[in-house]
């Protein structure tokens, strides 16, 4: 995988995480470029794959920003996993699954399997 691959992957991936929070792609963008501290065209042509190269400074960038998402993500999962526990949720309830499953998939993403 080239470096641009691998720069786009990231863009990808905060892009669609941000996503799940704003309204539209554009301002999910915005938001990425500002945490990453990569610019906007930076990043939209990463998302786009039309850039032809990605320096080593915006690749780590990028995977820094994506590296605190998933963190935070985990760190929110357990703590919804723990409320869930104590208010006494069912062990085989659809929501305790679920929330198990995407802490699962956030783990392995951070390779803390």
């Known amino acids: 995988m080239s470096s641009t691959d691998l720069a786009s992957d990231y863009a990808r991936r905060l892009v ?3 996503r799940a929070k704003t309204a539209g792609v554009e301002s999910a963008m915005h938001n990425v470029s500002a945490e990453a501290g990569v610019g906007f065209w930076t990043l939209w042509g990463l998302w786009h794959r039309r850039r ?4 080593g400074e915006t690749i780590g960038k990028l995977r820094g920003a994506l590296v605190r998402r998933l963190e935070s993500e985990v760190r929110h999962l357990e703590h919804e996993l723990q409320i869930l526990r104590t ?3 069912d062990p085989r309830d659809d929501t305790l699954a679920e929330a198990e499953a995407d802490l ?3 783990k392995a993403a951070l390779g803390l399997d």
Do not use: C, L, S
């Not at 032809?52 to 320096?55: L, T």
């Open 52 to 55: 032809k190269r990605a320096d």
């Open 104 to 106: 699962a998939r956030a």
């Open 87 to 89: 208010v006494g949720v």
């Open 16 to 18: 669609k995480r941000e």
